[in-house]
């Protein structure tokens, strides 16, 4: 099993570099055999796939299968034409919304998202609200930053047609219990999306086993190349619902007035696709596979408590997350009481430390926490106990810059 | 990397007494002006309030909250245009911006900047130029209505 140095190594970038990178629930790096692919796909296979009746289309389409076919084998889902490529979780996500929910929801439906879902999951929800009538609800916490199991069963109702929900939260790190969301929407009538951006480069997810009906997820999020998405769609609801994009090769017939559609999963995909991102894709999940999800599990867990652990020792910080380790990923919010996140961000940056800050694309949850914005720190495998000692080390100088002019 | 030197020249005792203890955060008694202004990115939010009386800013202060560099470079602003009169305020934004954009300025630019001149690093950390522009744009908005 690799350690979580010898997997550094496997990231130039974090080689040959002397930074601490702690914000990976923004964007990933990616190993060496992702950029290898890419290179690899460009250098001796390129050409437009599903086009050509030559051997070098042929090949490229197979390739561009066989990264689908990773995909599916991932997250355990039935057949491969369940999995569409998109360009990022958002188009897929806009694609539910679009050509799911605008077509089956009407104005006595409801829809049901937690407080602590990313814009990409709230704006387009809001979308179909104003178009369809449908009510838009939120499911709240409780008072340890998880979703509140009474919330769950008061929201989601019988009228609730659909439930979109994400497995972790890119701010606070709560693992949600989505299986039970699930069952439980599933018994009132509804549809599941899940949003499983933030975690599937961390802890598997078995769409099969879980039942959901929609998952999303995007590909630089776990060591793939950027501008690759994925939506898983079971086979059932994906053939009944109409082309989201429309142009080349997700047609069958075209006449002058009057276009029949490709079968899944090519009704989905218009147009020529990131073919060589799709092809990343599938060696950052040969990585996930090879590195193991048990041992990344290990490795993430070990990390995340020693970080903790270092935080509650600075009596400046306040914490914003579950007390329950079980339920937390590998995403740390916090702030420097009295320090705007912006600044703290700043002087860690002179110091190579680099984070998020700010409302990391979920101004509701912050706004129902009363707060403006967060330092985030996420960690991912290549990190370790180094990069959260100079982290440590970084926030005390912050503190030295600011302490005298700190408001109590 | 931020170069070490721009960090210790931003945060300078100035600017953190600025942002942390300004004279001029505080409400306005009938201000003739005001305005909203907002970076929805990082949640910096201030309202600017001015006393405008023969075309000359008699009085101005602001309420809001954000990081260190958008309050001082607000009430800094301030406490540079309070007693100016319109079009040499309006001056004084063009100079401002004209130094984040790091163009070169003239000594007697320089000078009718006044302590805003603390500002001129700030132009090598672009992750910070809209914190410490958002109340100059604010305040450029407003006078072009003048």
Request: net charge neutral.
């Amino acid at each position: 099993m690799k350690t979580n140095l010898q997997i550094k190594e496997d990231f130039e970038i974090l080689k040959n570099n002397n930074f601490a990178y702690l914000d990976t629930g923004a964007t990933s790096q990616h190993p060496k055999s992702v950029l290898k692919a890419v290179h690899n796909y460009y250098t001796k296979y390129n050409a437009n796939p599903y086009r050509g009746s030559y051997s070098l289309s042929v090949n490229a389409t197979e390739l561009y299968n066989n990264a689908r076919h990773k995909v599916a084998q991932l997250i355990n889902a039935k057949y491969d034409e369940e999995i569409i490529f998109t360009k990022n979780a958002t188009e897929s996500l806009n694609l539910i919304a679009y050509s799911y929910c605008l077509n089956n929801l009407t104005k006595n439906d409801e829809i049901v998202v937690s407080i602590m879902e990313h814009h990409s999951t709230i704006v387009p929800m809001q979308m179909v609200s104003k178009k369809t009538g449908a009510k838009l609800k939120y499911i709240y916490l409780n008072n340890d930053f998880q979703l509140d199991p009474n919330e769950i069963k008061q929201k989601i109702t019988k009228n609730t047609k659909i439930v979109a929900i994400s497995s972790a939260s890119n701010v606070l790190g709560t693992l949600n219990d989505v299986q039970s969301i699930i069952s439980y929407a599933h018994k009132m009538g509804a549809k599941v999306i899940v949003d499983i951006s933030q975690s599937i480069a961390h802890i598997p997810f078995d769409v099969t086993k879980t039942d959901a009906d929609f998952v999303v997820f995007s590909s630089h999020k776990m060591f793939g190349p950027m501008g690759v998405g994925v939506l898983y769609g079971k086979k059932e609801i994906l053939e009944c619902m109409p082309p989201f994009l429309m142009g080349g090769d997700m047609i069958e017939y075209v006449y002058e007035q009057d276009t029949t559609y490709a079968p899944l999963p090519n009704k989905f995909e218009a147009g020529t696709q990131n073919a060589g991102g799709v092809i990343g894709l599938g060696a950052a999940i040969d990585y996930i596979n090879e590195i193991g999800y048990s041992n990344i599990i290990k490795i993430e867990k070990e990390l995340t408590k020693y970080a903790l652990a270092q935080l509650k020792k600075l009596k400046f910080v306040t914490l914003y997350c579950t007390s329950d380790a079980e339920k937390h990923s590998s995403v740390i919010s916090f702030n420097i009481n009295g320090v705007h996140p912006h600044d703290v961000a700043s002087i860690l940056d002179k110091h190579n430390v680099y984070i998020r800050s700010g409302n990391h694309c979920a101004q509701p949850l912050l706004r129902y926490l009363g707060i403006d914005s967060t330092c985030r720190v996420s960690l991912s495998i290549y990190n370790t106990k180094e990069d959260i000692d100079k982290l440590i080390l970084a926030l005390k100088k912050v503190y030295e810059i600011f302490k005298k002019y700190i408001k109590v | 990397m931020t170069n070490t030197n721009d960090i210790d020249n931003i945060y300078t005792d100035l600017i953190m007494e600025h942002s942390s203890n300004s004279p001029y955060m505080r409400n306005l008694d009938l201000p003739t002006c005001s305005l909203h202004g907002h970076n929805p990115n990082c949640g910096d939010d201030i309202t600017l309030n001015l006393k405008i009386e023969n075309n000359k800013i008699v009085d101005a202060a602001f309420v809001g909250h954000g990081c260190a560099i958008s309050q001082s470079s607000t009430s800094i602003m301030i406490e540079t245009l309070i007693g100016k009169t319109i079009d040499e305020a309006k001056e004084i934004v063009d100079i401002f911006i004209n130094m984040i954009e790091r163009k070169k300025l003239t000594p007697a630019q320089k000078k009718k900047l006044g302590n805003s001149v603390a500002f001129e690093n700030i132009s090598n950390m672009p992750a910070r130029v809209k914190c410490a522009l958002l109340s100059w744009r604010t305040l450029q908005n407003m006078l072009e209505e003048k």
